[in-house]
């Protein structure tokens, strides 16, 4: 048979297939072979013999792609949350969460949460700074459920990584698009003897038909992977300008007739953007500098 994994701990793998899931370890030969399976993996398993033994993992199949932090594969796209308010978004954390994603090659949207404690004007602003630079944007209240539509559109039909601070509302959105998330699963609790309190593990929730939202403490953490010459690359209002500056590899810091800083001028391109990729062009210069 042929399944999802849904939810990996101490060994074992809760597998989805057609509605329903099954307990599995993973083969001996996958072992051997190094092949350790990971949430969002496509798998077949052989069904347990008895009721009392574990299904079998015996193949993985080729991964679109792998997030390491969390640990999870074949994922459609990133869903970024911030808070409008309590706490305040910072802007510069928010573009380094995209940058990683970007690094990754994964599509990625943005949620501003806690709509209901922020003017319409003042989430209208921040929208159209990504917007502009080509990330799909969102806002939500948990009060009001005002936007919850839109965004089960965008999620459904695809497996979704929620990343973002603590503090800003995704385990309260998880609860609400997907009920049964806080509930443990019993057969592994009792198979490998934990209580009910198990939270470091990532899992898949369904959301519907092949929709899944993932949700885990790994990815509050940001470490933007890149260079000074590859940085400009993870912006996308920056590469589709390529070409157009006056030097072939333009950094777009001091160099004359440069179309990015013509773009921020004109305000094509948000200056708060510009500025959190000069940010990190210092930071990349001192940490090649003393690292």
Same mark, same amino acid.
């Given at each position: 048979?042929? /399944? %999802?994994?849904?939810?990996?701990?101490?060994?074992?793998?809760?597998?989805?297939?057609?509605?329903?899931? =099954?307990?599995?370890?993973?083969?001996?030969? @996958?072992?051997?072979?190094?092949?350790?399976?990971?949430?969002?993996?496509?798998?077949? #398993?052989?069904?347990?013999?008895?009721?009392?033994?574990?299904?079998?993992?015996?193949?993985?199949?080729?991964?679109?792609?792998? +997030? @390491?932090?969390?640990?999870?594969?074949?994922?459609?796209?990133?869903?970024?949350?911030?808070?409008?308010?309590?706490?305040?978004?910072? @802007? !510069?954390? +928010?573009?380094?969460?995209?940058?990683?994603?970007?690094?990754?090659?994964?599509?990625?949207?943005? +949620? *501003?949460?806690?709509?209901?404690?922020?003017?319409?004007?003042? *989430?209208?602003?921040?929208?159209?700074?990504?917007? &502009?630079?080509?990330?799909?944007? #969102?806002? =939500?209240?948990?009060?009001?459920?005002?936007? +919850?539509?839109?965004?089960?559109?965008?999620?459904?039909?695809?497996?979704?990584?929620?990343?973002?601070?603590?503090?800003?509302? $995704?385990? %309260?959105?998880?609860?609400?698009?997907?009920?049964?998330?806080?509930?443990?699963?019993?057969?592994?609790?009792?198979?490998?003897?934990?209580?009910?309190?198990? %939270?470091?593990?990532?899992? @898949?929730?369904?959301?519907?038909?092949?929709?899944?939202?993932?949700? %885990?403490?790994?990815?509050?953490?940001?470490?933007?992977?890149?260079?000074?010459?590859?940085?400009?690359?993870?912006?996308?209002? !920056?590469? $589709?300008?390529?070409?157009?500056?006056?030097? &072939? /590899?333009?950094?777009?810091?001091?160099?004359?007739?440069?179309?990015?800083?013509?773009?921020?001028?004109?305000?094509?391109?948000?200056?708060?953007?510009?500025?959190?990729?000069?940010?990190?062009?210092?930071?990349?210069?001192?940490?090649?500098?003393?690292?």
């Amino acid at each position: 048979m042929t /399944g %999802t994994i849904i939810k990996g701990i101490a060994g074992f793998y809760l597998v989805e297939h057609e509605g329903m899931r =099954f307990l599995c370890k993973a083969r001996g030969i @996958l072992r051997k072979d190094s092949q350790k399976p990971l949430v969002g993996d496509r798998v077949e #398993f052989e069904a347990a013999a008895t009721e009392e033994s574990e299904a079998s993992i015996t193949e993985i199949a080729a991964r679109r792609n792998v +997030l @390491l932090r969390p640990a999870v594969s074949n994922v459609d796209q990133v869903l970024i949350v911030l808070a409008l308010k309590k706490p305040d978004p910072q @802007l !510069f954390l +928010l573009d380094e969460y995209l940058l990683m994603v970007e690094k990754q090659g994964i599509p990625a949207g943005i +949620l *501003w949460n806690k709509a209901d404690l922020a003017e319409t004007e003042e *989430w209208r602003q921040y929208a159209a700074i990504y917007e &502009s630079a080509g990330y799909p944007v #969102f806002s =939500f209240s948990s009060r009001s459920l005002e936007g +919850l539509d839109g965004l089960k559109a965008f999620l459904k039909g695809k497996i979704t990584v929620l990343a973002g601070p603590s503090g800003v509302g $995704k385990s %309260t959105l998880t609860n609400l698009l997907c009920p049964d998330a806080r509930m443990e699963t019993g057969e592994i609790s009792r198979k490998i003897s934990r209580g009910k309190q198990t %939270t470091r593990h990532t899992e @898949l929730f369904p959301m519907g038909e092949d929709s899944y939202l993932l949700d %885990t403490p790994g990815f509050t953490s940001v470490f933007v992977d890149a260079d000074q010459d590859s940085l400009r690359e993870l912006f996308p209002e !920056f590469w $589709k300008r390529e070409g157009q500056c006056r030097y &072939s /590899g333009c950094r777009h810091l001091s160099e004359p007739d440069c179309s990015v800083k013509a773009a921020v001028a004109s305000g094509e391109i948000s200056g708060s953007r510009y500025e959190s990729y000069r940010r990190l062009m210092k930071e990349l210069s001192e940490r090649r500098r003393y690292g």
